[in-house]
């Protein structure tokens, strides 16, 4: 089935979309032009490494090519303008081949990630009447041939699977280049370019469909703030697929600007940090997880780091406590970054002042990011207030991909998207990230956010991680469970003491978690956030 403009993905209305335009946002460009230009203007300049098994490289004159071949080859399988090709490979160069090929001929990438399995990619191929799958033949142990096999009889739709490595019983992907016959029927700036998985953790993820136009605004605005140029060279560390690594401003940002991306296979120190030194990276982005490893990892780190100018952290709540740990110890400049595939972002800038930096999730990117922080009821708080986060703009989505029934709650009827988080907005413009409406803790009518609490834990020295959630209770309704990580090597903690150190910060009585349990780990989503569903899961059981 094509795609309906409009109906399968709702689009702006005319006259924002004039105002975009009329601001330079909307600049006209697709991501296969930008390419092309990129090759023409510095085809010997090194755009993309990937370091292992072997360290490979690939040219921008180079990537270019091999994009017009592999992308002659999808259209003599069938493969055409606006049909769907759901990619699901790790970081290799072969990732963004498909990529770049996939938009020279209009078609739409939709981004799976490596952890991804049957429920997930059934229900992507099923749903985006998906014509081919992509994946690599084994990685992390997992065999993702005998997962395309299984998802091919689940997929009628489904008429290619390529593969990248030993095919098995389907193709592989080295056989498919050809040289091109002609032009392609290229996308126009206004169409959409992919479609992306919705962060949310709950059920099979909704489809987030991103157009040429926004989406390269968020790049090169994203470039602007974070000061990417053409020296940058980018550690890919996070999963390429996920927005964040991708556009934040990512590998496809560096691109965007003529620097160099690096693929890393794993983002662990001990993969990370000989890569850091030996590709001279300036520049990476990591979730607070990773960035909490990094930093430990960091005080006896053998390894030459000095290369490393800045280090962006986002995809979920950075802890103030944790926030002012990284800068001294990775010794490069802190960037929190905040947003969501659907649409906004935020960044601290390079001139805030630490506190800021350490302390807000940053300010939106565009002068027409335009924001609302309400009540429960809909109405808009007192400056200062927390309240839910509403937003619209010119990178922002007016609705997810063939999804009318949720667009109706997740959007309001003039076009603001529910983001579903709690902030509060400071004098500056800086938003601060309280928490999640959903993770909202509601103790006997006394509203506890998470977010607040594991900041005050994760300041005791013992202390690594900390996540708090909801536990059912007959008599409040909920009670908080603080599930605690401790630092290696530190002194085992008593509950009572972790609820001394909460309490002796002068809080609320009620924010004080009624029950700690110290882990050894926390479960995680397939990019790197603690999954909170899971813990809530194992909470229930207390």
Known sequence: MTVTPGVDAPTWPEEFAARYRAAGYWRGETFGRMLRERATAHPDRVALVDPAPERRTWTYGELDAR?????????????????????????????VEVVFALFRIGALPVYALPAHR???IGHFCSFTEAVAYVVPDVHAGFDHRRLATRVKELAPSLRDVFVVGEPGEHTPLSDVPCDPAGPFDEPEPHELAFLQLSGGTTGVSKLIPRTHDDYLYSLWASNEICGVDADTRFLVALPAAHNFPMSSPGWLGVLYAGGTAVLAPKPDPATAFPLIERERIT????????????TEAAARAKHDLSSLELTLVGGAKYSEAAARRLEPTLR????????MAEGLVNYTRLDDDVETVVSTQGRPISPDDEIRIVDDTGHEVPDGAPGQLLTRGPYTIRGYWRAPEHN???????????????????????????????????RGGEKIAPEEVENIILAHPAVHDVSVVAVPDAYLGERSLAYVILREGAEPLKPVAVKRFVRERGVAAYKVPDLVEFVAAFPQTGVGKVSKNQLRSTAEQH
């Open 408 to 442: 109706r709650n997740a959007f309001t009827e003039d076009g603001f998207y529910r983001t579903g988080d709690l902030v509060r907005r400071t004098p500056s413009g800086h938003l601060v990230v309280v928490g999640r409406a959903k993770d909202q803790i509601n």
């Open 67 to 95: 994009a017009d071949r592999l992308a002659a080859g999808f259209a003599a399988r069938g493969i055409a303008k606006g049909d769907r090709v759901v990619v699901q490979l790790p970081n290799v160069g072969e990732f």
């Open 283 to 294: 520049m990476t982005g990591l979730v607070p997880p990773l960035a909490l490893v990094w």
């Open 332 to 339: 490069c400049r802190l960037m929190q970054v905040f947003g």
């Open 118 to 120: 049957e429920t997930e």
